[in-house]
T-cell receptor, first 117, second 112 residues
Framework: GAGVSQTPSNKVTEKGKYVELRCDPI?????LYWYRQSLGQGPEFLIY????????DSGLPNDRFFAVRPEGSVSTLKIQRTERGDSAVYLC???????????????FGEGSRLTVL | AQKITQTQPGMFVQEKEAVTLDCTYD???????LFWYKQPSSGEMIFLIY??????QNATEGRYSLNFQKARKSANLVISASQLGDSAMYFC?????????FGTGTRLTIIP
């Protein structure tokens, strides 16, 4: 598809379990972002990749959260020992190379809704 | 650090009227961008409009315009001739380097 694709769209898990959320960005976009959106809030930044490397992971809440982008395209957000407070919509976005003079607009996927019981 | 403030949690507007959604920001960056996104109930974030901090003219995109007042650090979104399909959450965001920082949003409801 032409847009950002996220899977699964919904994930229900039990407290303490491990979860992986996948993001397939727009083809050719070098930058990839993960955001978390809790109910009634705006998206909160988690981590940003430029190519394969994490350029900024300052938004990850703790060491239970980890993300990878091994080949510079698809990214996986990994959450260990999930807690009820991790329940939220996890949004992935991608953007073009900023050096090309674009605005830095982010193109978002539809999100993965995580519910931790 | 960057901060976005949206003080209107919810607004109700009659169809076909114009509406202004407020956004103020705070940053120490000299160069930055301001963005508005729409989030309908489906959850997807839809880009609406962009304003660069050095742009002298206010941005416009169809029925959307951005009232940029740099000295006041405000970037209000104006929607003209509102439609029922405009009912959604609206988020103001800003970016200085790479990542965007979002406000808490305004829920806009258009009344027929």
């Amino acid at each position: 598809g032409a847009g950002v694709s996220q899977t699964p769209s919904n994930k229900v898990t039990e407290k303490g379990k491990y979860v992986e959320l996948r993001c397939d960005p727009i083809s050719g976009h070098t930058a990839l972002y993960w955001y978390r959106q809790s109910l009634g809030q705006g998206p909160e930044f988690l981590i940003y990749f430029q190519g394969t490397g994490a350029a900024d992971d300052s938004g990850l809440p703790n060491d239970r959260f980890f993300a990878v982008r091994p080949e510079g395209s698809v990214s996986t957000l990994k959450i260990q020992r999930t807690e009820r407070g991790d329940s939220a919509v996890y949004l992935c976005a991608s953007s073009q190379d900023r050096d090309r003079g674009n605005t830095g607009e982010l193109f978002f996927g539809e999100g993965s809704r995580l519910t931790v019981l | 650090a960057q901060k976005i403030t949206q003080t209107q949690p919810g607004m109700f507007v009659q169809e076909k009227e114009a509406v202004t959604l407020d956004c103020t920001y705070d940053t120490s960056d000299q160069s930055y961008g301001l963005f508005w996104y729409k989030q309908p109930s489906s959850g997807e974030m839809i880009f609406l409009i962009y304003q660069g901090s050095y742009d002298e003219q206010n941005a416009t995109e169809g029925r959307y315009s951005l009232n940029f007042q740099k000295a006041r650090k405000s970037a209000n979104l104006v929607i003209s001739a509102s439609q029922l399909g405009d009912s959604a959450m609206y988020f103001c965001a800003m970016g200085g380097n790479e990542k965007l920082t979002f406000g808490t949003g305004t829920r806009l409801t258009i009344i027929p």
